[in-house]
């Protein structure tokens, strides 16, 4: 059974930083794309970032290009997000996902990944 948990959010300042963790379990994730969203309150859940686990590959977001930066850590099955330049607007739930292997291309939307963690929180004060 997969499973996905997020960790790493928490309150920081406008400007800070903060690195998310997604511990991944269930299943070798090798052909395996794992994503970044988040949602904000009364939004839809928006595309931040993906990596394919085997080459490491990356795609992101035009809204987070050059400030976020996603990786992966084959050997501790974690993939992570690094936020910098934090804004009152990245306030969201987090969420990592993952899909069910073998796609040759990056997902956009929430219903291309079929696994999810519960989200973790990111509060950006002004």
């Known amino acids: 059974q997969v499973q996905l948990v997020e960790s790493g959010g928490g309150l920081v300042q406008a400007g800070g930083s903060l690195r998310l963790s997604c511990a991944c379990s269930g299943r070798t994730f090798s052909s395996h794309i794992m994503g970044w969203f988040r949602q904000a309150q009364g939004k839809e859940r928006e595309f931040l970032a993906a990596?394919?686990?085997?080459?490491?590959?990356?795609y992101y977001a035009d809204s987070v290009k050059g400030r976020f930066t996603i990786s992966r850590d084959n050997a501790k099955n974690t993939v992570y997000l690094q936020m910098n330049s934090l804004k009152p607007e990245d306030t969201a739930v987090y969420y990592c996902?993952?899909?069910?292997?073998?796609?040759?291309?990056?997902?956009?939307?929430?219903?291309?990944?079929?696994?999810w963690g519960k989200g973790t929180q990111v509060t950006v004060s002004s």
């Open positions: 990596i394919t686990w085997s080459g490491g590959r990356t």
């Open positions: 996902a993952t899909d069910r292997g073998g796609r040759s291309y990056f997902g956009v939307r929430a219903v291309e990944y079929d696994y």
